[in-house]
T-cell receptor
Framework: AQTVTQSQPEMSVQEAETVTLSCTYD???????LFWYKQPPSRQMILVIR??????QNATENRFSVNFQKAAKSFSLKISDSQLGDAAMYFC??????????????FGTGTLLAVQP | DADVTQTPRNRITKTGKRIMLECSQT?????MYWYRQDPGLGLRLIYY???????NKGEISDGYSVSRQAQAKFSLSLESAIPNQTALYFC????????????FGPGTRLTVL
């Protein structure tokens, strides 16, 4: 069974600095997708970034980028120029490749990011 | 207007009561999901539906039932609520099995006393 592990329950970063959130996963599949979701105090789950396993290039969305290491099964999120609005719980999630039966997302336990002014 | 809505946003109930959580979407997506979030456990899948006639159990379906009344509506019921069902519940949608992204509603905070 696939699993997703986030080993950092809490992280803190100074405003304007860079922070990296860690995520590792376990799967025997070769085709899959990885996601980072942000959950601010409003509770809304917001998609931050996604990565296709078959793509070697790391995904980037403005200040958010990932370091995808397929062989190591590692998928870390880097937030550059951190802003107060980045403070939230961040979840890493895994999904089997397209055409899979469920579209089921498997989530990690989350990392709570605090941004210090 | 939000694409995926959930009602109620917050609910407090007593042990043994029947509770229904509702989810509606205007995205026109076929697939809908119910997740439960507990502190320290992330989100876990309760039920999912590929269309009105196709409903499937997720990893933690015991104590829950669902109804897909229409493409746009997917309800989650707790027939006899118990305190360990206190959690944050999310509805999500996705267009088809060929699209990987799921879109989440705002969540329902349920407390069972």
């Amino acid at each position: 069974a696939q699993t997703v592990t986030q080993s950092q329950p809490e992280m803190s970063v100074q405003e304007a600095e860079t922070v990296t959130l860690s995520c590792t996963y376990d799967t025997s599949e070769s085709d899959y997708y990885l996601f980072w979701y942000k959950q601010p105090p409003s509770r809304q789950m917001i998609l931050v970034i996604r990565q296709e396993a078959y793509k070697q290039q790391n995904a980037t969305e403005n200040r958010f980028s990932v370091n995808f290491q397929k062989a190591a099964k590692s998928f870390s999120l880097k937030i550059s120029d951190s802003q107060l609005g980045d403070a939230a719980m961040y979840f890493c999630a895994y999904r089997k490749g397209l055409g899979g039966a469920t579209n089921k997302l498997i989530f990690g336990t989350g990392t709570l990011l605090a941004v210090q002014p | 207007d939000a694409d995926v809505t959930q009602t109620p946003r917050n609910r407090i109930t007593k042990t043994g009561k029947r509770i229904m959580l509702e989810c509606s979407q205007t995205k026109g997506h076929d697939r809908m999901y119910w997740y439960r979030q507990d502190p320290g456990l992330g989100l876990r899948l309760i039920y999912y539906s590929f269309d009105v006639k196709d409903i499937n159990k997720g990893e933690i379906s015991d104590g829950y039932s669902v109804s897909r009344q229409a493409q746009a509506k997917f309800s989650l019921s707790l027939e006899s609520a118990i305190p360990n069902q206190t959690a944050l519940y999310f509805c999500a949608t996705s267009p088809s099995k060929y699209t990987d992204t799921q879109y989440f509603g705002p969540g329902t905070r349920l407390t069972v006393l």
